[in-house]
């Protein structure tokens, strides 16, 4: 049975930095990638980074790029977020997600393209 779960969310002063991590069970999780979304309040989900299963390449969406990382351990079946120099805009819940096939490489950024999904960690972010 496939389970991630999130952790590391909290709320945070702008400017503030902080580190969610997903833990992954179930699945061969060295062999897929892995995305982080979000969902603020009222509006739909959004693509917030993405790595790949062996790790050598990362995306990221616009609004993000340069604030944050995205790494894996897979030794630890665990993916990180690093949030550096949040802004009150990133308020949302964050979700982790496997993709839909092992061995993956490609840039996906619409959750369609992802299968699992963890129920997520609130992360505010205060003005």
């Known amino acids: 049975q496939v389970q991630l779960v999130e952790s590391g969310g909290g709320l945070v002063q702008a400017g503030g930095s902080l580190r969610l991590s997903c833990v992954a069970s179930?699945?061969?999780?060295?062999?897929?990638?892995m995305g982080w979304f979000r969902q603020a309040s009222g509006k739909e989900r959004e693509f917030v980074a993405r790595?790949?299963?062996?790790?050598?390449?990362?995306y990221y969406a616009d609004s993000v790029k340069g604030r944050f990382t995205i790494s894996r351990d897979n030794a630890k079946n665990t993916v990180y977020l690093q949030m550096d120099s949040l802004k009150p805009e990133d308020t949302a819940l964050y979700l982790c997600?496997?993709?839909?096939?092992?061995?993956?490489?490609?840039?996906?950024?619409?959750?369609?393209?992802?299968?699992?999904w963890g129920q997520g960690t609130q992360v505010t972010v205060s003005s």
């Open positions: 997600a496997t993709d839909r096939r092992a061995y993956s490489s490609g840039n996906y950024i619409r959750q369609n393209d992802y299968d699992y």
């Open positions: 790595i790949t299963w062996k790790a050598s390449n990362t």
């Open positions: 179930g699945f061969a999780f060295g062999t897929y990638g």
